[in-house]
């Protein structure tokens, strides 16, 4: 009887708690935005919890990030009370790769400490590697390797795995020899890089059989959100995990797959069938998020893509406001005008926590910032500049890695001479041979050259105190709190001297930021943890509660809803960017599209569009034109305004003057290409009615249906 039921359950349709009760066995959940597949994953974590199925310790649960973490966990909590308390195996890949790397370091050479490395001390030593083969970095920059590494950790290559092809990516064949110098340095800073997290673990679990074992027994349950963006690194980790008990659950849209360019694969969801036979698999057709007029213009731009596996939406909310495109004449002009919605939306009693601005490019942001700061208006954005990358930020970071891991080169070179103590480049120089040489870290090597005469007597003082301080810190670490610590390095080093000396209000926000740095750390149990959170979450969430705006990329905000969403910037080389539409192919530019269906479903009850006629790029004015997903919205969901006059027939009027390089790609619907279509499917009607509520949209069957089919029954 429905009164007894535990409370996670009553909120569910018929097909979620399928999901939730059928707990032994693989099982996907394949569904549409807002179906409730992350309400049915929490319901299923506090379903286990609740009916004693696994210990919490017993249950790996992936999510896409920090924050979907930190929310399911207080759903959970709020839904079985405390027997969430201690999921250690609930987060993103790398901050569980990050915990069960810790555990097994030894076995791929590093110590329970080792340092992760972020993208900019990665380039530095990528650098001086380069420099090192006596390569030209103009040639082949330090940045194209970064990616190529990168790449080849997302595929779960290591360098001894790499074939020649792979190799010859980079400087002449060269690639490989360079892979394996770059893991070889990581290896003796005692580091990895966020690549690492994964690739060493999965190296661990493929080469230590008792270590496989150790982990397959012990999670009895594996749960991942946001499936269809696994990379193959990662997908062979969940195969290898779940490969014992095969209680194995992921849930995921083919539709949302937006990370390729991080080495996602949508394929993925297809491998899932095969790798585990007889799975169940789920669709969720009923949207509970966004009105028919929100899901029907998504479903609309969505269905211009091609081979999808094709699902089914609906919802029985109220029509709501149609989605409303407006096009306005610059950036500032969009700036404005989304800085006026929101003032209106605020004194019609919302809150601004309920609103987010989209964008798909971060240098978008900017424009947003000036204006809302002009207008005082609270925003945060997520994901963007962000508070650990701050210069200041990373020197007193390099001072506490210095401190926390006496090998961390890099953090050494940053701070040795920070403030400036009057250590010269040759005395650097010396301290670098002698590492070299001796193989020692640079830390160590700077106290033994001091019982050398090599030194000239003040870089001998000037090094001797640092080395004397480091020594003075590091045994002050046990005592100390860690914030109290973190003031004493900052202090003693000069280093607050140093921008306290400058009366700028630049330096005098630098110390702010210094002091809200300490405050950030008195949340964590120890300097370690804090550390380890730096480098996981890099992500300034503000310490006021107050509601504000969020400005973010649409990549951010993957899985997240708002009731207002202003999505700006809708025009070619845009968004499209312009480098989809340069790299070609139909691959890209339906990448985008998946990125537009994401953009318009995170809105529950108003999604504005926005296009601008000019853009200032690279301090030049240029004017643009709308976005081909404006044209792609069928026009019974949409609203159009300008402010421009003519505004509309101009750029329908461009868009007929140009050729759509895709327009014999692949299609085969034997519909005309993009611009042609857009002025058909104004008016036209897809809305019809259905038992128990209104058919958004039938996405799939506008596409030709012999492709779908095929390809849905790869999967059911
Ligand atoms: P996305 O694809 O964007 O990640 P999703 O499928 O994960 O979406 P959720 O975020 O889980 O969808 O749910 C969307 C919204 O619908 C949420 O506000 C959630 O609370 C609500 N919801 C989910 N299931 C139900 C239900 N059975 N009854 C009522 N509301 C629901
Ligand atoms: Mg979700």
């Not at 409370?7 to 999901?19: E, G």
């Not at 980079?170 to 994964?198: H, T």
């Not at 194995?248 to 996602?264: E, F, L, N, T």
């Not at 139909?586 to 985008?592: K, P, R």
Request: hydrophobic share 40%; net charge neutral.
């Amino acid at each position: 009887p429905p009164a007894a039921e535990p409370a996670y359950l009553r909120s569910l349709n018929a097909p979620q708690r399928d999901a939730v009760l059928t707990t032994d066995g693989p099982v996907l959940v394949l569904a549409g935005a807002g179906t409730g597949k992350t309400a049915a994953l929490t319901a299923r974590l506090a379903h286990l919890l609740w009916t004693r199925k696994a210990y919490p310790s017993e249950i790996l649960s992936v999510t896409f990030t920090n924050k979907a973490a930190r929310e399911m966990r207080e759903r959970v909590g709020r839904l079985v009370g405390d027997a969430v308390e201690g999921m250690p195996w609930l987060g993103t890949f790398h901050a569980i790769g990050a915990k069960m790397l810790r555990r097994h370091a030894e076995l791929v050479g590093l110590q329970s400490n080792f340092t992760i490395l972020d993208t900019d001390d990665q380039l530095r030593l990528l650098k001086q590697l380069i420099q090192a083969a006596d390569l030209d970095e103009k040639r082949w920059p330090a940045r194209s390797l970064a990616g190529l590494i990168d790449g080849w950790k997302n595929k779960g290559l290591t360098p001894a795995d790499l074939d020649a092809g792979e190799s010859e990516l980079y400087a002449n064949g060269r690639g490989q020899q360079l892979y394996a110098a770059y893991q070889d340095r990581l290896r003796a800073l005692n580091a990895c890089d966020f690549g690492d997290l994964l690739l060493h673990m999965l190296t661990i679990l493929k080469r230590e059989r008792d270590v496989l074992a150790q982990y397959q027994q012990r999670f009895r349950y594996i749960m991942v959100d946001e499936y269809q963006d696994t990379n193959s690194v990662q997908y062979l980790w969940l195969r290898l995990l779940a490969q014992e008990r095969k209680n194995i659950c992921c849930v995921g849209d083919d539709d949302q797959s937006i990370y390729s360019w991080r080495g996602a694969q949508v394929e993925n969801i297809l491998k899932f069938e095969r790798d585990f036979p007889g799975a169940k698999v789920i669709r969720l057709e009923q949207n509970y998020r966004s009105t028919p007029h929100i899901l029907g213009a998504a479903s609309g731009v969505i269905a211009n893509n091609s081979g999808r596996l094709g699902k089914e939406l609906w919802t029985e909310l109220d029509a709501g406001e149609k989605v409303k495109v407006l096009g306005v004449w610059d950036g500032p002009e969009e700036a404005r005008r989304v800085g006026d919605e929101i003032e209106a939306c605020q004194r019609a009693g919302k809150s601004l926590d309920e609103i987010a601005i989209l964008v798909r490019a971060q240098h978008q942001t900017r424009e947003f910032e000036d204006r809302f700061i002009a207008i005082g208006l609270a925003y945060r954005i997520v994901g963007g500049f962000r508070f650990y990358e701050r210069q200041e930020i990373r020197d007193a970071l390099a001072y506490l890695r210095v401190v926390a891991q006496p090998a961390d080169d890099l953090a050494f070179e940053r701070i040795v001479n920070t403030p400036k103590r009057g250590l010269g480049d040759k005395a650097l120089a010396k301290v670098h041979q002698l590492a070299r040489r001796e193989g020692i870290p640079l830390a160590t090597a700077a106290a033994r050259i001091l019982d050398t005469d090599e030194l000239t007597p003040q870089a001998r003082r000037a090094l001797g105190s640092l080395v004397g301080d480091m020594a003075r810190w590091r045994s002050m670490a046990g005592e100390l709190q860690h914030p109290d610590l973190t003031r004493q390095v900052l202090d003693e080093s000069g280093y607050t001297a140093m921008w306290q000396a400058e009366k700028s209000a630049e330096a005098a926000g630098r110390l702010e930021n210094l002091n809200e740095l300490v405050r950030a750390m008195e949340e964590y149990e120890s300097l370690g943890a804090f550390l380890e959170h730096v480098s996981l979450v890099m992500d300034n969430e503000n310490a006021a509660d107050e509601p504000k705006v969020t400005i973010m990329t649409i990549h951010a905000a993957k899985g997240l809803e708002f009731d207002t969403v202003f999505l700006a910037g809708w025009e070619e080389g845009l968004f499209p960017s312009q480098r989809a539409l340069d790299e070609g192919g139909l691959a890209s530019l339906e990448e985008e599209r998946r990125l537009a269906y994401v953009a318009i479903t995170r809105a529950r009850r108003r999604a504005v569009i926005l296009h601008a006629a000019n853009r200032r790029i690279y301090g030049q004015w240029t004017s643009s034109i709308p976005s081909r997903f404006v044209a792609e919205l069928p026009g019974h969901h949409v609203e159009t305004e300008t402010t421009m006059s003519g505004g509309e027939s101009l750029w329908r009027a461009n868009w007929s003057e140009r050729a759509d390089p895709f327009a014999d790609v692949g299609r085969g619907t034997g519909r005309g290409p993009g611009w042609q279509r857009a002025a058909g499917t104004l008016g036209a009607t897809s809305t019809g009615t259905r038992p128990g509520g209104e058919w958004t949209s039938r996405t799939f069957t506008r596409e030709p249906q012999r492709v779908v089919e095929s390809r849905a029954s790869a999967v059911s």
